[in-house]
């Protein structure tokens, strides 16, 4: 009797033990899978936006939103990728249309960098193409990064290095058109001809630095309320 008792003891066990595996092993398979990076093992720097994870927030295409992960941007595959609790890189089996970095440290105030995407393909990029969304309103700052891999052979060796290229682009989004806009005020104001006199006297005003983004954004948001 007792040797009955103990097995069925143990049957229990161990299938509580199976139903928790299975469980966890199904919510990974909803969620994600694992990645692999091999191809980046012989490039010199790094394919991502940041260097190590950082805290965020996820939106999928059917609505889904997933908050406070550990997401990382690459910018060869223009995909965000996420850790599990295991601490492993996946990739999400769901498209994602909208994904933030809460940046920040203990103390100080957050700053948050807003991705999205399924703006009209331009240069090249398509519509799952992910922009930040520096300005924000019926017309919208968008920055566009990728990087790239190249290759260079240094002076006075005969060996090719690879390397990652940053590139970064800047465009107004206004009536689901997108155009490309360089960090000059010429640039700018002929993206936004109906207002240009008051932007300008703005920009006299405010002595914008449109070389830097927070001066780009202030001179957005001011058309945005005009």
């Known amino acids: 009797m007792k040797t009955k008792l103990i097995l069925l003891v143990l049957s ?25 990076a091999k191809q980046y093992v012989d490039v010199q720097g790094s394919p991502y936006l940041f ?8 939106t999928l295409a059917d ?14 595959t223009d995909e965000v990728i996420f850790r ?29 960098r807003n991705f999205r995407k399924g703006y009209a393909p331009v240069d090249g990029a398509s519509a799952g193409a992910f922009y930040e969304v520096l300005a924000d309103g019926d017309t919208q700052l968008l920055k566009r990064y990728s990087k790239t891999i190249f290759e260079e052979t240094p002076y ?10 940053e590139n970064t682009s800047y465009y107004v989004a206004k009536a689901d058109k997108l155009e490309k806009v360089k960090q000059d005020k010429k640039s700018i104001l002929n993206a936004l001809p109906d207002k240009a006199p008051a932007l300008e006297k703005y920009m006299k005003e405010n002595r914008l630095n449109l070389r830097n983004d927070s001066d780009i954004i202030k001179l957005v948001d001011h058309y945005n309320s005009l």
């Open 12 to 36: 229990l066990v161990f299938i509580s033990a199976y139903m928790d595996a299975s469980a966890q092993t199904a919510i990974v398979d909803v969620m994600g899978k694992p990645i692999q």
């Open 51 to 58: 260097d190590d994870w950082k805290k965020g927030n996820v």
């Open 63 to 76: 609505g889904t939103t997933f908050e406070g992960m550990a997401l990382m941007y690459d910018q060869i």
């Open 84 to 112: 599990n609790d295991q601490g492993q890189a996946q990739a999400f089996l769901q498209p994602v249309v909208m994904f933030t970095f809460s940046l920040g440290e203990d103390g100080v105030k957050e700053a948050k």
């Open 156 to 165: 006075g060796t005969a060996t090719k290095v690879k390397k990652f290229q």
